[in-house]
């Protein structure tokens, strides 16, 4: 199985400032014969269920604000959150469907400083 | 509206079985794919297993092969988790999902969950 590793476990950022959060996968989930990543992140609130924001390592999905992008390729992803707003925090986890079995990273949680 | 309803969760005691259904609604069912996914009470999200839209495919993971079974019903637009043997390390929210699906071709991401149903085994 392809282990996620996130980092950091948890962060605290102030309104309005960036906030970035890594993945790792244990083996690369770049698939050569299209060039995608099949690396995805998602939000989830307290009480609630995880929401899809991202897409193929960095593609926002519709109604995701701007703020949130992906980046990376390989075996090094990156989220970033601009312009932190109070409604961000939440603990946010990658995900690889590059093979099965699809497998999380550990969440990285989010709060504000 | 997309709407995933998870029903049949509770207390069971190890050994045991359960029977979760899921109601879907606001879209196509059988286009899609459909998973379980877990999380037990302050932990991470582990996948659980996965469906095809007709049924025909289904995959597992080792935690639950042979215990577990996924299923549906296109007609009644309802997905199934039949679990057996439960264990203490089975308790769990569970989630049910709809699969990502762009443009048809359907994936292991989770584009929608339902809200999620609590199973606790436990004597």
Redesign the interface.
């Known amino acids: 199985d392809i282990v996620m590793t996130q980092s950091p476990d948890s962060l605290a950022v102030s309104l309005g400032e960036r906030a970035t959060i890594n993945c790792k996968p244990s083996q690369s989930v770049l698939y050569s014969s299209n060039n995608k990543n099949?690396l995805?992140w998602?939000q989830?609130k307290p009480g609630?269920?995880?929401?899809?924001l991202i897409?193929w390592a960095s593609t926002r999905?519709s109604g995701v604000p701007d703020r949130f992008s992906g980046s990376g390729s390989g075996t090094d992803f990156t989220l970033s959150i601009n312009s932190l707003q109070a409604e961000d925090v939440a603990v946010y986890?990658c995900?690889q469907?590059f093979s099965?079995?699809?497998?999380?990273?550990?969440?990285t949680k989010l709060e504000i400083k | 509206e997309v709407q995933l309803v998870e029903s049949g969760g509770g207390l069971v005691q190890p050994g045991g079985s359960l029977r979760l259904s899921c109601a879907a609604s606001g879209f196509t069912f059988s286009d899609f794919w459909m998973h379980w996914v877990r999380q037990s009470p302050g932990k991470g999200l582990v996948w659980v297993s996965r469906v095809n839209g007709d049924g025909s495919s289904t995959i597992y993971a080792d935690s639950v092969k042979g215990r577990f079974t996924i299923s549906r019903d296109n007609a009644k637009n309802t997905l199934y988790l039949q679990m057996n043997s439960l264990r203490a390390e089975d308790t769990a929210v569970y989630f049910c999902a709809r699969a990502y699906c762009p443009g048809g071709s359907c994936s292991s991401v989770v584009d929608f969950w339902g809200r999620g149903i609590l199973v606790t085994v436990s004597s």
């Open positions: 099949y995805a998602y989830q609630q269920p995880p929401k899809l897409s999905q986890y995900q469907h099965a079995p699809p497998t999380f990273g550990q969440g």
